[in-house]
């Protein structure tokens, strides 16, 4: 019972924080603990890769400051066995997306990020 209110207590707690702005989640595997590392999991490796493009297609003004240093973060280093190396048109178009990402002006850790649209009012 100890355990059960004590993340019943947690998630309350992230939840409120959630509700303020104000949660940040460790990017971490939740199966190892440890955090998120290329090659570790091939679908983390791909969501990262379409994440990259999908962000350099987007106008640079309108992009979060923190998602796109994360995603450069976890492509710091090209050389690594990335899964989408293993398909040239994938890896092809992951690297100019991480290229034309690492080219986008320095913007001030505290500048606030863009107002977030629902689709259903674009």
């Not at 993340?7 to 955090?35: I, M």
């Not at 990262?48 to 640079?60: E, F, M």
């Amino acid at each position: 019972e100890n355990s059960f209110n004590h993340t019943l207590s947690v998630y309350r707690e992230r939840l409120s924080l959630a509700g303020r702005g104000q949660l940040e989640l460790e990017n971490r595997d939740l199966d190892t603990g440890a955090p998120t590392r290329p090659g570790e999991y091939r679908l983390a490796d791909d969501a990262y890769a379409k994440l990259a493009v999908k962000l350099a297609s987007q106008d640079p003004a309108q992009l979060d400051p923190k998602l796109v240093d994360n995603v450069l973060a976890f492509f710091h280093n090209l050389d690594l066995p990335y899964a989408a190396r293993k398909k040239p048109k994938v890896w092809s178009k992951t690297v100019a997306a991480v290229e034309k990402l690492r080219s986008l002006p320095a913007v001030p850790k505290d500048a606030a990020a863009p107002k977030v649209i629902p689709a259903e009012n674009q």
